[in-house]
């Protein structure tokens, strides 16, 4: 378990490592994205602002994008020290090497075609080489950016596995018995009501955003990890290169890593039931059901 109190990790209030790293995600967020937005509402002439004014932005962004990686992997690192020691290696060694050769092989198969980044689509890359940046000077950039971001991506991926464990715990403490209520739980919502949990209306009525943020996070990086495997696959022309099916991949990768994280919060409530928490009582159909007591197998 946890060295710190189960209140003092999950509520941001009382943990300071989860409110600078959640104040800190956010800001980077919002600034890529306001770049993003104000570059392509230029480029669709939806601003009246010039597009060399938009392209000096996004030279700024891509400048600031590994000092933003690099301080959002030592926020991270803060966080991921509350959790307990890695339970799963072989999950862990999976998940980071599938971070990896997805990423390996992206790099390797536009290298391959595109050596000197000609038909290269990533926007700050693009910002760089179209502002006469020296291609030497890309290669040194992009690797000293996929290096953090790659790193970032595997952080949050150990982090989580270190925090499965506590995140496991609050869910079994709101004792759920139904599997609306163990989703409710598991996205932070188990001291809530059902109207609370969909539609707050005061602040001490929004759910813990401790549990949003894993799940987002483990989203976000498989999401992209899939995606990468998609676009060498694009290189490579076994996949034709079509928006609705790019869509489609993201769509996929992210509601598919949605579904094996709480797949995977499920198993361990049941696996390791918490003994601090009386389950013994529960007895309804749902509980036989949900497998979450103690005493109760899973089928």
């Not at 339970?87 to 997805?102: D, E, H, M, N, Y």
């Not at 759910?207 to 943020?213: F, I, K, T, V």
């Not at 039931?273 to 007895?283: G, I, K, R």
Request: proline share 5%; net charge neutral.
């Amino acid at each position: 378990m946890s060295a710190e109190p189960l209140e003092t990790v999950i509520h941001w209030q009382q943990n300071r490592a989860l409110r600078r790293f959640l104040i800190g995600a956010v800001l980077v967020l919002s600034w890529v994205a306001v770049d993003v937005g104000i570059w392509f509402a230029t480029y669709e002439n939806w601003l009246p602002v010039e597009r060399q004014t938009a392209n000096r932005l996004r030279l700024g962004t891509a400048y600031l994008l590994p000092v933003f990686a690099a301080a959002t992997v030592w926020l991270l690192d803060q966080l991921s020290r509350q959790g307990v020691a890695l339970q799963s290696r072989i999950a862990a060694t999976s998940g980071v090497l599938f971070i990896l050769a997805g990423a390996g092989f992206d790099l390797f198969v536009t290298l391959f075609h595109s050596p000197d980044l000609a038909m290269e689509g990533n926007p700050y890359i693009r910002a760089l080489l179209d502002s006469r940046h020296s291609l030497g000077f890309v290669y040194l950039y992009g690797s000293l950016t996929q290096i953090w971001f790659i790193g970032l991506f595997c952080a949050v991926w150990l982090g989580f596995l270190r925090h499965a464990r506590i995140l496991a715990d609050s869910i079994r403490a709101a004792r759920p018995r139904t599997w609306l209520e163990f989703l409710k739980a598991a996205t932070g919502g188990g001291h809530l009501t059902h109207r609370q949990w969909l539609l707050p209306i005061t602040p001490q009525e929004v759910p813990l955003l401790y549990h949003s943020m894993w799940a987002t996070a483990i989203a976000v990086v498989f999401g992209i990890t899939l995606f990468r495997w998609y676009a060498g696959l694009e290189w490579l022309g076994v996949v034709e290169p079509t928006i609705t099916l790019r869509i489609g991949i993201i769509l996929t990768g992210v509601m598919g890593s949605l579904a094996l994280y709480f797949l995977g919060l499920w198993r361990l409530c049941v696996q390791e039931p918490l003994a601090a928490v009386p389950f013994s009582d529960a007895t309804s159909t749902e509980d036989v059901v949900l497998g979450i007591p103690g005493s109760t197998s899973v089928p």
